[in-house]
C-alpha cells in the first residue's frame, strides 16, 4: 500500500526508467538492421536551409562524402531538384571488415516562392555543404511604380 507521495514518486520513476531502457532496446535493435543510415532514412534528406536576401535566395544542403560530380541540380522558373548518389568503394587489393557507410542515393525537390534567374545561379559545394545562390527572376522582383 502507498503511504505517501514519495511513494508514488518512486512508482513514476521506476516506470519512468522501465520505460527509457525498452524504448533503448528498441531503438538499438532497429538500427541493428536498417539498410541505410538514419540520416538517409527520412524524406527530408538532405537537411536544408533556404534564406531569402531580397534579390536572391541561398540554399545551403548537408552532402556529407559527395563530390560535386555525384550531384545533379535542375532548376526550371520556381522548381528546384538536387540529385545525388554517394559511393562507398572498396579500394583495390582489401576486403571489406566492416561496412557500415554504404552507397546512398537521394532526391530532393523543392518549390520556391519566385521564379529564378537559372543562368545566374552559383553552386560551390566545401567540405560536404552545398551552397547555392539562387537570384530571383527579373518578373520576380518588386517594382517602385509612380503615379502620373
Known sequence: MLTGWNDIDRMFGAMDLFRSRMDS??????TSYRKVPYYLAGENWPRTNLFDAGDNF?????????????LNIIIQGNYLEINGTRKAETPEGYKVHKSERGTASFSRSFTLPA?????KVEASLKDGILEMKLPKAET?????????
Open 58 to 70: 541561398t540554399l545551403v544542403a548537408e552532402v556529407p562524402g559527395m563530390s560535386k560530380d555525384d
Open 115 to 119: 521564379d529564378i534567374n537559372a543562368d
Open 25 to 30: 532496446l528498441f531503438n538499438d535493435f532497429d
Open 140 to 148: 520576380a522582383k518588386p517594382k517602385q511604380i509612380s503615379v502620373k
